[in-house]
């Protein structure tokens, strides 16, 4: 019975050594061995034996990209202005040795240099340089803390400034100048409005008045062509007429009728006085004469 209890001692003796002695590491971690207090290796990924009550595993890394919201920090611009600023630190452990013995409480040491890093560029900025140039500021801070963690086998891949908070008397100045900006351009949109809606309705009236014209133009030019076309007709009616008269050979009646028809058309009109000449009969003679002479003149053509 004794052999017994004693073979299961040993068993679980063995069996507690055996736990003891095997580490099997996760992936994306790193084990820091130390031997009788002084460091020994680092373990990677996979499954690794210990001597037991020798070796002890210091502290277990993380490999992973680890990300930090620090708190807000009190700054002073350049131009003496307080303000609280928060930052998001994003860094990843690449020497576990380093991370481990390289300086006490890493993340701690990271704060407070990730703090004083900022008072120091923020203190050579402005505040409307601090306002507009966050790129600038995270790309400083980030050169700055990954070369100062170097040491600590941390390696710092970014550095945003999440909030910057000016004093309340700073945000309602800001406020009001924002708003009379607003205002302006609001103003300088609406003078630019109005002054294309006065050259549009100028160029309308303009090609109006320019299109009346023409159509007026186009119009008397229409009714000058019309009025000479008739007057064109009437000529030549009446050079017909004379024509048949010239070849229908008219006696000395015939002419003398005319010069009466005449008369009485010019007795029909308007005209408060009529003057009738008293050679009439001669006249009518003169007419003749001129007759015979066209008709003589077209017999010798």
């Not at 000449?277 to 010798?300: R, W």
Request: no cysteine.
């Amino acid at each position: 019975m004794a052999i017994l209890i004693i073979i299961f001692v040993l068993f679980i003796f063995i069996l507690l050594m055996f736990s003891m002695s095997v580490k099997i590491v996760r992936q994306s971690t790193a084990y820091v061995v130390e031997r009788l207090g002084a460091y020994s290796r680092t373990l990677g990924v996979g499954v690794h034996l210990i001597i037991p009550f020798f070796d002890r595993v210091a502290k277990k890394v993380t490999l992973k990209e680890t990300v930090e919201d620090f708190p807000p920090q009190p700054v002073i611009t350049k131009d003496n202005v307080t303000m609280q600023i928060d930052t998001v630190v994003y860094f990843q452990i690449t020497d576990p040795k380093l991370f481990t013995y390289g300086v006490n409480n890493p993340i701690n040491a990271l704060a407070n240099l990730t703090a004083t890093t900022l008072r120091n560029i923020i203190g050579d900025l402005e505040l409307d340089e601090t306002l507009t140039s966050r790129d600038t500021i995270n790309g400083k801070m980030r050169i700055i803390l990954d070369e100062a963690t170097d040491p600590w086998g941390i390696k710092v891949n970014r550095v945003e400034v999440k909030n910057i908070i000016p004093p309340h008397d700073i945000q309602e100045a800001m406020e009001k100048q924002m708003r009379a900006e607003r205002e302006r351009r609001e103003a300088i949109l609406k003078a630019e409005g109005e002054k294309k809606a006065a050259i549009l309705t100028a160029e309308g009236e303009k090609e109006s008045t320019i299109l009346r014209a023409e159509a007026q133009k186009l119009a008397q030019i229409a009714e000058a062509e019309g009025k000479a076309q008739a007057q064109k007709a009437l000529y030549e009616a009446q050079a017909y007429g004379i024509e048949i008269v010239n070849k229908a050979n008219p006696n000395q009646a015939y002419l003398t009728l005319q010069a009466y028809e005449a008369l009485k058309k010019v007795g029909d009109g308007q005209a408060t006085k009529l003057i009738i000449p008293s050679n009439l009969q001669e006249i009518a003679g003169l007419i003749t004469s001129i007759n015979e002479v066209l008709k003589d003149k077209e017999k010798k053509n």
